[in-house]
Each structure stands twice: as C-alpha cells, then as structure tokens.
C-alpha cells in the first residue's frame, strides 16, 4: 500500500476546507455524486468552520445546484474549466484558489490522472505555503481496492472495450504480461465482432465467458459492445454476468459507460469494486500512482 497523507491524520476543528470534488455526472445519485455528500456530511460532522467543494463539469446536470439545496451552509462551484488556467496547471491559479483556506482535500479520483490546477499545482501550493493536505474519503478507498488487484495472486483476466480506445490500448499492451487473458471489445483493435459491427460474436461471447469462469483476479474496463441498443447487447450482458457469477474471483471495473451497464443489469453488489474513473483506474494500476497522489504525498 502506497503512503500517503489521510483525513485520520488531521484535526478540521475551526478549519476551512477547500474539497476538490468531481461535478461531472448525468445525474444526481452515483458514486461521484455520493462521494462528494460522504465527504462534506464528515466534515460537518469535524467541526469546521467552512466549506467549498470546486470541481468541473461538462454535463447538462447542475449537480452544483443540487447539492447547494441540501447543504445550504456549504459552497458549491462547478465551473473550474471555464477558467483556461486549470488545465494548464498553473501556479498563479492555483494561489488564487489556495486564499483563505487552511486544508485542501482531493476527492477527485476520477481527474486525478490529469496534470491540472486543483489537482496538482494547489495541493502543491497548499504544503509549500504551510498547509495541509489529504485524500478523500472516496479516494483513499479507490487506492485500498485497486491495489489489491495486484496484491492477490492467481490468474489474471483482462476485459477491456468502450469507445475510448487509445488509453486502453496502451494499458493492454504495457500490462499484457501481467494477464493470462486479454478480452477486446468495443473499438478496441483484434476484436470478433457481429456482422453489424455492434457486439462481439457469438463465438467470442463463449470464449470469453469460458476464461472469465476460470480467473481468480478480474479487472473490467469498458463494454464489449454497443449495449444500450437491445440487439448489439448480449455481448455485454453475458460477459458481466459471467464475471459476476465467479463468486471466487477479485472483482474490480471501472468508467462511466461500464458502471451504467452494471447497474442496468442489477449486478453492480456482484462486484468487489467500481472504481469511479476509467482513465485513472489504469493508470494508478499501471503506474502505481496518479499525478494527483504525488501532489499530496
């Protein structure tokens, strides 16, 4: 387990908080969305004297809003990437959002895997200016989950599609020796597809299944076809069953189009973990570490 600064290692007593939350959903009731509540009902719970919780969004929900109706006392601002600045990790931003405030906590695993403002330069600003820093409550327990894949031995099988296709690649082929199997789908080069194009084949469904029924350890990340169609479905949904019916099997998944498809098919309980970000999910499993762990530690 890597080290790194905790929420048990500070006293918020009388403290302004500056969270760095992730606003970047559909709706209101998901991990994201939770784990910002989780984090700002503890730290009511601590005694602080304010709170701000910052984030981007790049959705039509006004998740903002939302939360500013049930915490009232606490600020909400979603529009960090109006400003050009964060995505360039610049110093002179990051002072600016550091003003007035004594602890920075990130709470953004999802966007930790990005060398931006809020993610890198202001907790770096935070300790060099004297502060502290830690990770969120959510983010501490993606670190936990994720790094048990690698902890438990046994074989290894590797389900990775979607439409995001470079990443993944990368991480298929820089990790390929770390898995009995790799399992394509989607987008994804070298996948057996349908005729249409839109599901991985028939043939292919009881390959995968098959190797899926045989692994101890199995990491999920992305559909293996165009699933919120009926027809191009079956592909997706017999692969996640599979993977939720080995009950022996360490199971973790990971993004945004994964996570719907096991929630559409009642399965997300199957699953040992759902990591709420795709990207950074492989990389931290890839690396060992997140440019966002790095600014705190």
């Known amino acids: 387990m890597i080290n790194f600064p905790r929420i048990s290692d500070l006293d918020f007593d009388s403290k302004k908080v500056l969270v760095r ?4 959903v559909d709706d209101g009731d998901n991990p ?5 509540r989780e984090m700002v009902r503890f730290l009511l719970g601590k005694g ?3 709170i701000k919780v910052i984030g981007h969004s790049e959705t039509s929900y006004d998740l903002a809003r939302e939360l500013k109706s049930e915490f009232p006392e606490v600020e909400f601002d979603s529009d960090l990437r109006k400003d050009p600045r964060e995505k360039e990790n610049d110093t002179g931003f990051a002072q600016e959002l550091a003003e007035g405030w004594d602890i920075y906590i990130n709470e953004s695993f999802a966007t930790s895997h990005r060398i931006h403002t809020s993610i890198v330069a202001l907790p770096i600003y ?3 200016s004297g502060r502290r820093v830690c990770a969120g409550l959510r983010f501490e327990k993606e670190i936990e989950m ?4 690698w902890e438990k031995g046994g074989k290894r099988v590797l389900v990775i599609g979607g439409v995001k296709v470079e990443d993944k690649q990368r991480f298929a082929q820089q990790m390929k020796d770390k898995f009995s199997h790799i399992l394509v789908g989607g987008l994804l080069p070298g996948t057996p597809l349908r005729e249409d194009g839109l599901d991985i084949s028939d043939e292919a469904i009881r390959d995968y ?3 899926i029924k045989e692994a101890d350890m199995i990491l999920a990340a992305g559909v293996v076809g165009k699933y919120e169609d009926e027809s191009a479905s079956k592909g997706t949904r017999m692969v996640l069953q599979a993977i939720a019916d080995n009950t022996n099997a360490y199971k973790i998944a990971g993004g945004g189009d994964i996570e719907m498809a096991i929630s559409r098919y009642g399965l997300t309980e199957k699953f040992d973990w759902i990591s709420v970000g795709g990207g950074a999910m492989l990389t931290f499993l890839a690396e060992g570490t997140l ?3 790095d600014a705190l530690r």
Do not use: C, E, Q, Y
């Open 146 to 149: 994720l790094s048990k894949f």
């Open 291 to 293: 440019p966002g762990i």
């Open 209 to 211: 299944t098959k190797k």
């Open 48 to 50: 602080v004297s304010k």
């Open 21 to 24: 939350g992730d606003f970047d």
């Open 126 to 128: 935070f300790k060099s």
């Open 32 to 36: 994201r969305a939770n784990s910002i």
